[in-house]
């Protein structure tokens, strides 16, 4: 039987409307939609009736077996398929099997929430570059090198940062970021629960236990949180 093509997909942040027409069109036509918990149901109505919906969040062999029944996938996530994505685990799983596939990049979160924020991540004068990074995993144990980040005068982006916000603001003022830096949390961001909160690194745990900050949320640390 011939084998079926895998399209992994970024679907941008909560705004249907962000999706692109290049992934619309190959959602309308997948015989198979695999979605992440990020995806929008707006975008699983556009699937065609006799599309198979699977939701999966982290494995990437059900993408393979679909393809190897002969049906083309559509593997939709949430942003960019390469930011956090684990778009490159799936297309190694791919790879293996032989199997063709085409990536449609997405809007990734990390730059898009802030816009919706009022936020740009670089601004002339106020930030020259911009740094994403994940405040989740550490990786075999190792967490990142705070000493060399605290160092960087652009603007600092954290996904999936709120569980160990304690360990990120703590050890920028440790190793010398002034106290008084402001930070922006988004949460469901470019949604219509979207939610901002404003502070600094010297008060922004006390805003989020306040608010009862909730993932998934975008943290934003540079001066660009004031524009
Ligand atoms: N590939 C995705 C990121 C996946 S990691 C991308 O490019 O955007 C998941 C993290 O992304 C979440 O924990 C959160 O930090 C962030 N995120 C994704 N969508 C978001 C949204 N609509 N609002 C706020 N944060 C979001």
């Known amino acids: 039987m011939k084998k079926g093509k895998a399209y992994i997909i970024g679907a941008g942040p909560g705004d249907f409307e962000l999706l692109t027409l290049k992934a619309k069109r190959i959602i309308e036509n997948a015989d198979c939609i695999v979605y992440d918990r990020l995806i929008s149901d707006d975008i699983l109505r556009l699937a065609k009736k006799s ?3 699977i939701y999966l969040g982290k494995e990437n062999q059900t993408l393979v077996k679909k393809c190897l029944e002969g049906k083309n996938v559509a593997r939709v996530k949430g942003g960019d398929p390469f930011v956090f994505g684990r778009g490159g685990e799936e297309i190694e799983a791919l790879f293996k099997n032989e199997i063709e596939f085409e990536v449609i990049p997405g809007i990734t979160s990390s730059i898009s929430v802030p816009a919706y924020a009022g936020i740009p991540v670089t601004h002339r ?3 020259r570059s911009f740094h994403i990074f994940t405040g989740h995993t550490m990786e075999n144990g190792k967490w990142h090198n705070f000493e060399n980040i605290a160092k960087l005068e652009g603007t600092l ?3 999936m940062g709120v569980k160990n916000l304690d360990l990120i603001v703590n050890d920028l003022i440790k190793y010398g970021k002034d106290s008084k830096t402001p930070v922006a949390i988004i949460e469901k961001g ?3 629960n979207q939610r901002v909160t404003v502070g600094n690194l010297e008060n922004i745990l006390e805003l989020v236990e306040k608010n009862r900050i909730t993932p998934p949320a975008i943290t934003v640390i540079g001066e660009v949180v004031n524009l």
Do not use: M, N, S, V
């Open 51 to 53: 599309a198979e919906l």
């Open 125 to 127: 004068g106020l930030a």
């Open 157 to 159: 982006i954290f996904l």
């Open 190 to 192: 470019a949604t219509k």
